[in-house]
């Protein structure tokens, strides 16, 4: 079985694939909506990680006092 960290980078990492299929699809065709849409779902993936590295660092000791 693979650990649990290894196959949520292969997860992040098929989705980014995904949304960069997409993204170059789009512009091939030259569909602005599909354009969009790419770009706002890579945003969003972008954003969704972020919070998610922020939700995962320890809590520094200070803000448990305050």
Known sequence: M??????????ILSF???????????IAV???IGIVLAI?????????LYI???EQ???ESDEITS
């Open 52 to 54: 998610l590295l922020q």
């Open 30 to 32: 030259k569909s602005v």
């Open 2 to 11: 693979l650990p649990r960290k290894i196959i949520n980078r292969f997860i």
């Open 40 to 48: 706002v779902s890579l945003a969003a993936a972008i954003v969704f």
């Open 16 to 26: 980014f694939a995904l949304v960069g299929y997409c993204l170059a699809t789009a």
């Open 57 to 59: 660092k320890p809590v």
